[in-house]
């Protein structure tokens, strides 16, 4: 099929700096593992696969309107990712947004569950907005040191088990 995108043929090409497909369906995994200059990125694909824009080190901002759930690893060590929108995603897998330095600030609006470690060294994450948030696993914000002093919004009963978001194993 056409609309489903396994593996971007010049993915470790020096010269990919943006990419916009409004008509893929599904992005597989790591397809553009390790795109060294990639930029940004706007795709309405619903299934995005684990690792796929792992070790993007220029990746700066991502529109992923359909995608379901930010996948294992999706973003793992983009340590220049600035901007994530995914309005409809409902799980943030582990290790999600590992090592995402850049990243400040996170709205998921519909997320219900964000699993271990998945924003472990968000350096300087200071603000995350996830109220529909339901289950968080231990270690989800390890390693966010201004994140531990600012605000989390979040129901209440969630928030009851915060100090478990920041510890590891």
């Known amino acids: 099929d056409h609309r489903d995108l396994h593996?971007?043929?010049?993915?470790?090409?020096?010269d990919l700096a943006h990419v916009s497909m409004p008509v893929v369906e599904s992005v597989g995994e790591k397809a553009f593992y390790g795109c060294s200059s990639l930029r940004s990125v706007s795709l309405d694909a619903r299934d995005v696969g684990p690792r796929a824009f792992c070790q993007c080190a220029q990746l700066r901002v991502v529109a992923l309107p359909r995608a379901s759930k930010a996948s294992r690893q999706i973003f793992d060590?983009?340590?220049?990712?600035?901007?994530?929108s995914m309005p409809v995603a409902t799980r943030v897998c582990a290790w999600a947004f590992y090592g995402c330095a850049s990243l400040t600030a996170v709205s998921l609006p519909v997320v219900e569950r964000v699993e271990e470690d998945a924003f472990y060294d968000c350096a300087n994450l200071e603000t995350v907005s996830l109220p529909r948030l339901e289950f968080v696993e231990k270690g989800a914000f390890a390693a966010c040191p201004r994140l531990w002093r600012t605000r989390f919004f979040a129901p209440d009963h969630?928030?009851?088990?915060?100090?478990?978001w920041f510890r590891g194993f």
């Open 77 to 84: 060590n983009c340590r220049m990712l600035e901007s994530v």
């Open 7 to 14: 593996s971007f043929p010049t993915r470790r090409s020096s």
């Open 158 to 164: 969630v928030k009851k088990t915060l100090p478990a």
